[in-house]
């Protein structure tokens, strides 16, 4: 009887010892819906960050998402170009502070040389093997940095083969660009919301609408139109950014709209067009902006 009782808890002991490292162990990555191809690693001031599903894919421009989420609403983010020259990361976590609260960090999402170093290592038509590092900052408050460094070995899919994408695809003077989407705050108790692009241009483009009045139509904006319009800002290395001016009217249209509020918040799915020209106010420089499509989201 002794015997069987120390078999038993014997017995226990192992399992629960497994159960542990099976707790413990890191679940294989699942890459574009595919469980067990590539290899990812992010590693935030030094701790690594655990990440289960990935997305990842190309866009027509050579421009690259990065999608990957994990466990306790762990988040991570990182947009670059195949020509090594623009990259930025968004890391949001509930491991990083003490209270165990949600913060969201990232790094500047404008033209800045150090903001994102990384380095392609491989690149076939299928599949990339890069890593990069970079620093973060604290969304709220603005004061908090972490530093941030990782490595990836992936298969990617092409934009064609994605669904349901927030970006637009424009021309500057012809040249084209693909945009990604940025966060873009409001104020308490505004009216506005906005949808925000950048990609390794130093351009921006902000788009800015009135969210009770959204509706389906053809807009005219100019210098003075407060909302259904668009900025077009250039920042630099050091910086500093110039606003430019828009020349005589731009066209903005609304093509779809769709309602994704949750309870009291109201949020929206807006896609479209636009064109318009502009000019820089401190010199002769003249661009014209012409986009295919765009699709964000707005809130307040």
């Not at 017995?11 to 590539?38: A, F, M, Q, R």
């Not at 906005?194 to 053809?218: A, G």
């Amino acid at each position: 009887m002794k015997q069987f009782i120390l078999l038993f808890i014997s017995l226990v002991i192992l399992y629960s010892c497994k159960s542990d490292d099976d707790t413990n162990k890191e679940k294989p990555i699942k890459v574009n819906g595919v469980e067990g191809v590539g290899a990812f690693e992010v590693f935030a001031d030094g701790e690594k960050l655990l990440y289960e599903n990935i997305s990842f894919y190309k866009k027509e421009d050579g421009s690259f998402y990065l999608r990957a989420n994990g466990v306790d609403n762990e988040y991570f983010r990182f947009d670059f170009h195949e020509n090594a020259n623009y990259g930025q990361l968004w890391l949001q976590s509930d491991n990083l502070n003490a209270d165990n609260s949600t913060t969201l960090y990232a790094s500047k999402d404008y033209y800045v040389s150090e903001s994102v170093d990384f380095e392609i290592v491989n690149i076939s038509e299928k599949s990339i093997v890069g890593e990069f590092s970079g620093t973060t900052e604290k969304i709220f408050p603005n004061d908090v940095s972490i530093k941030i460094f990782g490595s990836f070995d992936l298969p990617y899919i092409s934009f064609s083969e994605s669904i349901n994408d927030y970006g637009v695809f424009y021309s500057l003077n012809g040249e084209s660009f693909y945009g990604f989407d940025g966060f873009d705050f409001v104020p308490d108790g505004s009216e506005l919301g906005s949808i925000r692009y950048y990609n390794e241009s130093p351009y921006q483009m902000r788009l800015i609408f009135k969210v009770d009045e959204l509706n389906e139509n053809d807009f005219i904006f100019d210098n003075s139109s407060v909302f259904n319009t668009i900025e077009f800002v250039k920042f630099s290395s050091d910086d500093t950014s110039v606003k430019y001016e828009i020349i005589d009217e731009g066209i903005l249209s609304i093509q779809r709209i769709i309602d994704v509020s949750v309870d009291s918040s109201k949020e929206f799915i807006i896609e479209g067009s636009f064109s318009f020209k502009v000019k820089n106010p401190n010199n002769a420089e003249v661009i014209e902006v012409v986009s295919k499509q765009f699709r964000g989201e707005i809130s307040k």
